[in-house]
């Protein structure tokens, strides 16, 4: 298949290349650049793509597979057992993952990481890797952590957490993820109660060790910036979301450059939890913000359906404006911080991929992508250096920047055609009209879950 006469963005960060061949035999890219450079062979299909922009595909660097995009995901954070029982949700997740992945190809996203999730998640790679209908996937498996949930823990198949109460269960637990298949561990890092502060720190050290010695790359989510330092001093590869207590400093920024550490901003996760909890609150159902129609229709009614959970509320916030205005204070608040530790760790020359935390209530799985580049653009972000964060560095957090993430030659056929051009503006994501996964190409139209009005 040739792809003639569009302009390649090839997610590298180099200058768009206008009137582009890209050449795809088979489930690989053949070869990319001029006419010249790249002749069509004989029998080859030619799509004309003139006037169309040609990019890799998305990565989401930050998903959750065993996660709804709803609160019947998160019962810690909404407790309606008797409503969405939280193990039937749970086997639900596992029974039927190919409808994120619908939500993924149909947003443009050809690869996730799931940072954390069930033990059922560590199979996903393998089980998605040669099939075109699919994200890439890697996944972590379940958190170690000294703070867990246990709403999280439906039973001996379905949890999310594993401990570290001490060093040795700790270690235990770092054996525990590895034995599952994972590539990657992660810990649950959030603040440390002072006392304990130095006993957490040494152990989280350890853990790391043990990491490494299986081979596993460690991520850590710590949203505060003493955790978050604690945790590149244990060597961590990824922080799954931003410092958002207070802003980042030097000896901050000199320990992720050090690591090579790919930070992960994910700066609209707590917003959308406020939303989704003030909807409930409010018996006001939100507005979906899906313009390609990604979103599986089972969510979408659960989404409108706030009258059933309003009675889980606690009393004193149903109908209380003053409770989801200073809700929404706070999270401006902390937003503010996260957009200014955006532009002075992307400024410090530390690899940033675009995450979203999907999964999570109201970041939905798929277009949940388009409002995190949009508000990293808001953020100061350049859309050109947003692109670059949306592909060939959500690759390098998944460690497969060799297999994709850029549009060369060798590398996996994934790829998108856009109408509008996103160097100019991140928006032009929104204008997806066909999707190659694996060199197979789908009609954005054919992706779809639901109309698009």
Known sequence: MAFVGGTVIDGSGGDPLENAV???????????????????????TVVDVTGRFLTPGLVDAHVHFSQT?????????LPAAEVYPYLETSR????????????????????????GGHPWTTALPAAFEDRDDGAHVRAAGPLVTFGGRPELQADEEMYTFLPMGSDAEALESVDAVAGMGSSALKVWYLRVPAQRRAEMDARLMKVGDRARSHGLDLIVHSTGLREAKAALRAGA????????????DEEFLELARANGTVYLPTLLVGENWGRAVISVAM???????????????NTVAKVNDTATLQAFVP????????????????????????????????EAGITVATATDAGNPLTLHGPSIYNEMESMQAAGIPAAEIVVMSTRNGARAMNREDDFGTLEAGKVADLLILAEDPTEDVRAFRSLTHVMRAGTLHEQVDLRLRPVS
């Open 22 to 44: 890209v050449l795809v035999r088979g489930d690989r890219i053949q070869c990319v650049g001029t006419p010249a450079d790249c002749p069509a062979p004989d029998g080859a």
């Open 69 to 77: 995009g709803w609160l019947d995901g998160r019962p810690d954070g």
């Open 92 to 115: 639900a997740n596992r029974s039927n993952p190919e409808r994120w992945h619908r939500s993924y190809l149909c947003t443009g996203i050809t690869a996730v990481f799931d940072v």
């Open 237 to 248: 590869k990824v922080l799954v979301h931003s410092v958002e207590d207070q802003p980042v």
């Open 283 to 297: 018996d006001t159902p939100q507005a979906l913000d899906d313009s390609n129609g990604c979103v599986d229709p």
């Open 315 to 346: 009393e004193r916030n149903r109908g209380n404006l003053e409770y989801a205005l200073e809700r929404m204070r706070r999270t401006g608040q902390t937003q503010a911080v996260m957009a200014v530790n955006l532009r002075r760790v992307h």
